[in-house]
Each structure stands twice: as C-alpha cells, then as structure tokens.
C-alpha cells in the first residue's frame, strides 16, 4: 500500500486569500513528493468555499511541471459538468504532460448547488456519469468512435492528443453506488471511497459492499484494490489536534450542507456553517479519525489497515483553517515516524503490506525498451 495527499482548498480562513490556498497547496505537493507520497489529489467543486479547484486536470498539469516523481491525479473529475470529447483530450492532454503521471478520478457528483450554476440537472446525473465513462473508454482506446446515449450524442470523432499510458491513464471511481462498484469489477476500475468523519467501521462496510458487487460480477473480491479518503493529523501539540479535528467537523458540515441542498451562502460564496442531524460530538469525531500523537495515529492506523485493507490511504492533511505549517509537520510525522512503526508491526515495507499491487500502466516509452 502507499499513501497520497488530497487538497480540497477549503477556504475558511477570511484573512486567506484564494491565491494563498494555491500556493500552499503547491507547496503540500512538492513536500509530498519529497517525503515519498505516491500521489497528489486534487478535487473538483464550483462557486463555494468548500473547495477552491475548478479544474484539478489543470492543478495536475502544474504540478506535474513543478514535480519529477510523483503521480497527479483528480479526485475527482465531476463527469456530468463536463463536455466529453474536450475532456476526454485534456485528459489526454495532461497524461502527455505527466510524462504518464495521470491518474484519473471520476465521480457523478453530489452538490447541487454547482449544477444549477453550470446549467446540468442532478437529477440525471448517474446515467450521464455511466455514459461519459462509455465514451471516455472509446475515446482513449480508440484512434476515432462515435456515440449514441441518452444524454450524449457524438458524431465520429478522433482525438488528436494520444495517452501516454497504456492503454489508458488508470480510472479511479468515487463513491459508494453499487452500481459504480460492479462497473470497477467488470472495467478494471479502482474503487475510490471516503469515511468522512464515521468510524473505520463504516470504510469496512463499504469494502464488503464492493467485494458483494465483484462476486456478482464473476471476479475474484481477493486483492482488489481499494482506495481510501482517510482525515489524518499527526501532532504531540493538543491544541493542533483540537483545531484538526473541529476542522474536520466543519469540513462535514459544509459537505451535508450542499449535499442537503440546506446551504445558506454569505459574502458571495462562503456556505455559513451549521450542525447536522446525527452529528457526532467532537471527542467521538476524533475518535474516528486518523488524529492524535505518533503513537496514537501509528496504533489507529495498523488497526485499520487490518480492518479494511486499502492499498492507497489518500491522506486529508489540510481541513478548515488548518494553518498550512500544521499540515506539512503532520506530513513530515507520517513519513518520519509512523510509517516506520507501521512497518515495524507488520514486518514488513509498506509497498509489501497490502498484497494488492496498484494497476499503474507503464508509459509507452517505457514499455518499449
């Protein structure tokens, strides 16, 4: 297994700018590629201060210029509030920037309040999320395709710009339909889900409910591999963990807010926050989390890596106002000190702990020599 780091850009902090949220971010990045993170998430949401990333095709394209190692991946493209043969080149675009660093996460998103302001109807959505994977498969696979949906109509069509992996960047999916997970076990898809702020129990569920959809689909459910959205902070400072995990809350609360379609935006674009119903106290949310000092984080780490096996633990450094320098401390932690505890309780590096290899496609001009 490996670890990556997710940016949302959430702007609580009013004395912040949207400029200073990028150039943190960029910073988080080019840390991560120096602490030996495998990947850099970067999300997709419209018009609030939930996040800050209109386009993360275009975050990953900078970054792979400013980085030599490290994966770049989206998680998530939103598909419906897309044109798909132009997504479809940029995507193609940005693999051959990459240098084949791309990874591609995808999900039908959620927030309503983005797709009145982009002219597309939620109500519609997983069908046109399966239609725009239809076509994102022809499209990359094939040197021209046409298609006939519900939604999507495409005349004959060549994208000109080719991927550089073969035969596709891997494809990511977010979410827990069980639909989306059937279509991971019949497409050679990689399950992407979050645990928000529940228990480790919940991500547990969520991995039985897709090794139900793989069974169903003929496939072997042993060694799938999974990824896992995971809140974490590592600090000895009780203050730090404290602010983390409010942050943490509030980041839930902006969520179930625009998922509710319950939002009240001030100031332009800053959803005010407010509890919701089945609100967890604050020592519970901590509880749930990965929070605390090294030991602590270590322990509840192991713990979960038995209970649901991921193979990519995609890591939320950054929540609420969580100053950037608390983020980049609970980074260094991670590398430095619990994952050599991680190791250690299990006996071995952890590239070997999870024998679930990540399907990552070699670029064509590696694959040649």
């Given at each position: ?211 139900d959809c793989y069974r169903e689909e003929g496939k072997d459910p042993a060694g ?122 299990f006996g071995k590096p952890l590239a070997e702990i999870n024998p679930a290899a ?5 670029p064509l001009a590696l694959a040649a020599e």
């Amino acid at each position: 297994m490996d670890f990556g780091l997710f940016n949302l850009l959430q702007h609580r902090d009013r004395s912040k700018t949207s400029q200073d949220l990028i150039n943190e971010a960029l910073d988080h990045t080019r840390a991560a590629e120096e602490l030996g993170f495998s990947r850099v998430w970067f999300a997709e949401h419209h018009f609030s201060n939930y996040s800050l990333v209109p386009s993360p095709l275009m975050m990953c394209a900078h970054v792979a210029a400013i980085t030599k190692r490290i994966r770049v991946g989206s998680a998530v493209v939103i598909l419906p509030l897309h044109t798909p043969a132009r997504l479809i080149a940029e995507i193609a675009m940005v693999d051959a920037l990459s240098n084949g660093r791309l990874d591609v996460g995808v999900g039908s998103g959620y927030q309503n309040y983005e797709f009145e302001r982009l002219g597309a109807d939620i109500a519609n959505n997983k069908v046109m999320f399966h239609e725009m994977l239809d076509m994102i498969e022809l499209g990359l696979r094939q040197p021209n395709f046409s298609y006939d949906g519900t939604y999507f109509q495409q005349k004959q069509t060549a994208i000109n710009i080719r991927p550089v992996q073969d035969p596709r960047p891997p494809i990511w999916l977010a979410g827990k339909d069980p639909e989306s997970h059937r279509r991971c076990a019949r497409d050679g898809y990689i399950p992407f889900i979050s645990g928000g702020i529940g228990s480790p129990k919940k991500v547990r569920d969520l991995r039985s409910q897709i090794e139900d959809c793989y069974r169903e689909e003929g496939k072997d459910p042993a060694g799938i591999p999974i990824g896992v959205l995971r809140f974490l902070c590592v600090s000895d400072d009780r203050k730090e963990v404290e602010r983390y995990v409010d942050g943490a809350r509030y980041q839930q609360r902006i969520a179930v807010a625009l998922r509710t379609r319950r939002e009240v935006v001030a100031d332009d674009y800053m959803v005010e926050e407010a509890s919701f119903e089945g609100e967890p106290p604050l020592e519970r949310v901590e509880r749930n989390i990965l929070a605390g000092d090294v030991d602590t984080v270590a322990e509840k780490l192991c713990a979960e890596i038995e209970l649901y096996g991921p193979s990519h633990i995609n890591c939320y450094f950054q929540v609420g106002d969580v100053p950037s320098a608390t983020a980049l401390k609970s980074m260094e932690l991670l590398a430095g000190k619990v994952v050599p505890l991680v190791e250690k309780h299990f006996g071995k590096p952890l590239a070997e702990i999870n024998p679930a290899a990540m399907p990552t496609p070699r670029p064509l001009a590696l694959a040649a020599e």
